[in-house]
């Protein structure tokens, strides 16, 4: 349970009931005030009375062992200090939404644990105000101290600068949105939610090669700096897990769109990799690539992020047979879906957001491992998989940097939505 127990004092009307008790308890057994005249007894044979055997003694039931209580500190960014009340904006009121969203996610997910567990838990809230200095005196706090699990801070800065604390502290905290690379932050005791970037270009690699099977692997840069962040990754996934697999990258700027049918393949299916998300760079280059699916086999793959890119054509990207990879995915026709969005109407009267969702798997997930293993429950982590309504988490044990979740799917464009195939 997620409780603040009070001890109840007897109120007048208890001590009323109590003794109004005892004098009608008392009255049932005084003896009546008139005489009566005693005859005497017949005499009746005696009997021998029997020995009385007594009933064997019932075992006592031992008393539950009740649990220590956990305590969970959430470090969520409200900046309820840069919010006037009086003269606000919705605007600026949103600022706190997305840990508005997530404390309520977890806490529901937390609760529905506390239900039918058996352990005791305390969750404390701290704004971090996405600011370093606010961070320190929360690393002074006693309450951090004596946390069993911090969830957060959010941002990477902020989690750089609390791993530092949590180090020191040995206590686990969990990175909760950032896709950072663990290694940023030196942390054992860091539990990291999302998938980094490296991670989905290796996903990338394994689904092509075991799934697709292509003849030919090209890579195409729009020039953009971003982009080798997923193409580096890339790239070492091609070397290490498809070695031997043909390989080109070309610059669109060098060659131009028109050009791209030269590193083509003519027979055999041709997977394009794209790591960019410039807007005007992927509408031109998908209106060239249907072009060329008239004549050529094609697959795209394109970068985690096209997730969210509003701008898309889904109708075009399923012509063109196109994948991305992805750290979650909700599925809002199942009944695990279902309840959540009904309960989360019931308990807040909005529509829950994808950080509602979000933690809720998490404050669900960590709850059920505390509830079952207590509070050495990091040591069973990476024993305890988890198929969530947002998340599935699979968590690989890095003796320097931390955890990390190995679990990564990968999405198709497929009648109009993105569709889950690995």
């Known amino acids: 349970m997620i409780s603040v127990l009070n001890r109840q004092q007897l109120l007048s009307g208890n001590n009323f009931f109590y003794i109004t008790l005892v004098f009608l308890v008392l009255g049932a057994c005084s003896s009546k005030t008139n005489p009566t005249i005693q005859k005497p007894a017949p005499t009746t044979p005696q009997v021998a009375a029997k020995p009385k055997v007594e009933d064997p003694k019932k075992p006592i039931p ?38 508005i969203d997530f404390y309520q996610g977890f806490k529901m997910g937390l609760d529905s644990v506390a239900k039918t567990g058996n352990t005791k838990f305390k969750l404390q809230v701290f704004d971090s105000k996405d600011d370093p200095t606010q961070l320190v005196n929360l690393a002074a706090k006693a309450e951090i101290k004596n946390s069993d699990l911090i969830v ?58 075991s799934q697709l099977k292509p003849k030919k692997v090209i890579l195409i840069r729009s020039g953009q700096a971003d982009e080798y962040k997923y193409a580096v990754p890339f790239k070492k996934g091609i070397d290490s897990l498809a070695k031997g697999l043909p390989f080109s990258e070309i610059g669109i700027k060098a060659v131009g769109y ?24 992927l509408l031109t280059l998908f209106k060239e690539l249907e072009k060329l699916s008239n004549n050529f086999q094609i697959a795209v793959i394109g970068h985690p992020g ?67 293993k207590g509070k050495g429950f990091l040591t069973e982590i990476t024993k305890q998989p988890f198929d969530g309504i947002h998340n599935d988490f699979n968590f690989v044990k890095d003796a320097k940097f931390g955890y990390y979740n190995a679990s990564l799917m990968v999405l198709k464009y497929e009648q109009g939505q993105l569709k889950k195939v690995n």
Do not use: C
């Open 62 to 99: 031992a008393k539950p062992v009740e649990q220590p209580e956990i305590v969970i500190s959430l470090i969520l960014p409200f900046e309820l200090n840069t919010i006037n009340y009086k003269t606000a904006t919705l605007k600026e009121i949103n600022k706190a939404e997305i840990a």
């Open 258 to 281: 028109e050009n791209v049918y030269k590193s083509l393949n003519p027979t055999g299916l041709n997977v394009i990799i794209v790591p960019g998300t410039e807007r005007i760079f």
């Open 152 to 209: 957060g801070p959010v941002y990477p800065n902020g989690i750089k600068s609390f791993s530092v604390y949590s180090k020191a502290m040995k206590k686990p905290m969990v990175s909760p949105l950032a896709a950072s690379d663990q290694d940023l932050f030196n942390n054992p005791y860091l539990i990291s939610i999302n998938n980094s970037v490296d991670q989905h270009a290796y996903k990338a690699v394994s689904f092509m090669k």
């Open 306 to 372: 096209w997730e969210k890119a509003q701008y898309l054509d889904f109708n075009l990207l399923e012509k063109l047979n196109t994948y991305t990879t992805s750290s979650y995915k909700i599925d809002y026709k199942s009944s695990k879906s279902l309840d959540f969005i009904r309960n989360y109407r019931s308990a807040f009267s909005l529509e829950p957001s994808e950080y509602a969702f979000k933690a809720f798997d998490m404050g669900y997930y960590f709850g059920k491992l505390m509830n079952d």
